[in-house]
């Protein structure tokens, strides 16, 4: 069983990046040393991340709280304006949509269900269109 982690970008150890889960900030080639309860050390395979971009919650839009969170968390909109029928849809990190619910109202919650710990990007959608795009961050 891992007793600690350390993320390594292009050879060199992140100061700081010793948890289970790292949020990329900038390209490169990313390793994760993990340690064992007997000091024995395994390294991942290497992740080649070649482009970043920053997906940022519509702040003025939709608030998330909390986030990251363990069993729940709950999505409301800032605007009254905001007050009918959505599609709200969570993906993996590889893009692949892992839930998908429809939502009424200006305040719904989102549950963690059978979701591994990671970062997942939701969008939510009215009539087809896009409203909001975000990050949540489920911990164990």
Avoid: H
Avoid at 67 to 80: D, L
């Amino acid at each position: 069983m891992a007793t600690s982690y350390q993320w390594i970008l292009d050879g060199n150890p992140i100061n700081g990046a010793t948890n289970q889960i790292y949020v990329t900030s900038q390209p490169g080639t990313y390793v994760v040393a993990i340690t064992d309860s007997n000091g024995c050390v395994a390294y991942s395979d290497p992740i080649l991340v070649s482009s970043i971009f920053n997906i940022q919650a519509q702040e003025n839009i939709i608030i998330l709280s909390p986030n990251p969170f363990k069993e729940n968390t709950v999505i409301q909109f800032t605007s009254a304006d905001y007050k009918y029928d959505y599609v709200f849809k969570l993906y993996d990190v590889l893009g692949k949509e892992v839930q998908e619910f429809d939502v009424t109202g200006s305040k719904f919650k989102v549950d963690r269900g059978n979701l591994s710990e990671g970062l997942y990007i939701y969008k939510i959608f009215s009539l087809d269109k896009q409203l909001g795009i975000g990050k949540l961050i489920i911990q164990d």
